[in-house]
């Protein structure tokens, strides 16, 4: 298993399209987390899945956010009728399940420009 | 809520100097820690994590941090600089496992030759 695998790398995209982004887990994580990070700051915690279970979703930042992890293993995140503020980068990372926290595996991330 | 504060946004140091990186936590129970690093346009690598074990947490690449309970930090060090640690690192505080991580805003280590 090579890590935590996002995609695509870069998107350019009009404002008012929509996007989606993938990402695959590690395979044996159950466990999948999709962050934000814009310029100059730490990243910024969106949602999370157990297995196919969005367990929180609250901290999506708008109704224009969704994601889904339709069989518990890879997961999409869609942006519709992006906004120029939607510019940043978007990883996601996964972790196994268990009482202690080890700490996340992420990919590379997803960057996302809207012009 | 848990939280973390990085004390300076951007350090500098000389290569083969002491690298120490300040990280404050709030947390109202027992905390989950962590230091990451990023390189340009990647994601972030774990460096080193507390989970309530060793006080004293070495990680990769000769980093180590400290949690000190009583003055609520973290503080990340190396003993000596190469121009490869030259990165952004995050502090991340979580409450619990499955927990989401809440980052810090990052400082920027530049290493001069």
């Known amino acids: 298993d090579t890590g935590v695998s996002q995609d695509p790398r870069h998107k350019i995209t009009k404002r008012g399209q929509n996007v989606t982004f993938r990402c695959d887990p590690i395979?044996?994580?159950?466990?999948l987390y999709w962050y934000r990070q814009t310029l100059g700051q730490g990243p910024e915690f969106l949602t999370y899945f157990q297995n196919e279970a969005q367990l929180e979703k609250s901290r999506l930042l708008s109704d224009r956010f969704s994601a889904e992890r339709p069989k518990g293993s890879f997961s999409t995140l869609e942006i519709q009728r992006t906004e120029q503020g939607d510019s940043a980068m978007y990883l996601c990372?996964?972790?196994?399940?268990?009482?202690?926290?080890?700490?996340?595996?992420f990919g590379s991330g997803t960057r996302l420009t809207v012009v | 809520a848990q939280s973390v504060t990085q004390l300076g946004s951007h350090v500098s140091v000389s290569e083969g100097a002491l690298v120490l990186l300040r990280c404050n936590y709030s947390s109202s129970v027992p905390p989950y820690l962590f230091w990451y690093v990023q390189y340009p346009n990647q994601g972030l690598q774990l460096l080193l994590k507390?989970?309530?074990?060793?006080?004293l947490v070495k990680g990769i690449n000769g980093f180590e941090a400290e949690f000190k309970k009583s003055e609520t930090s973290f503080h990340l060090t190396k003993p000596s600089a190469h121009m490869r640690d030259a990165a952004e690192y995050f502090c991340a505080v979580s409450q619990n496992s499955g927990y989401a991580l809440n980052f810090g805003k990052g400082t920027s280590l530049l290493v001069t030759p």
């Open positions: 990372a996964s972790s196994p399940s268990g009482t202690v926290n080890y700490g996340y595996t």
């Open positions: 395979s044996e994580h159950n466990r």
């Open positions: 507390y989970t309530s074990a060793a006080t």
